[in-house]
């Protein structure tokens, strides 16, 4: 697990960056990621690209991995501080989006120390 947690610190410091291709790096082709904006999964790694492009013009959010835990059904369960500015840096007003300042759960399946699929848990 250790390896697969160190995975996942680099991927939270290279979003927190953002340098989108220091995370897609980590994430398998035909990865399922949760879209924390509009709900669903977007699929793959371009359509990730697309979707923290289109986030990344609206809203500069920030996430800070709290704890790091194995589930019985091998997927990691990370405890985060979510925080969700606007591109000045100012707390949200009227969203429009699924996006607030929040402690949730990032639940992530891993294979061969890369991604296939990520899951927001919001009753964490």
Known sequence: MADDIEVLRVMYDRFNARDI???LGALTD???WANGMD???VHGRESVREYWTRQWAIVSPHVEPVSFDRAPNGSIVVEVR???RDL???PLQDQTHGLR???VGHVFHLRNSKVT???I???H
């Open 88 to 90: 000045q840096g100012r």
């Open 82 to 84: 979510q925080s969700v």
């Open 21 to 23: 291709d220091g995370v």
């Open 101 to 103: 300042d929040k402690t």
């Open 117 to 119: 699929r990520f899951d």
């Open 30 to 32: 035909d990865v399922a």
């Open 39 to 41: 709900a669903g999964h």
């Open 121 to 123: 848990r919001e009753d």
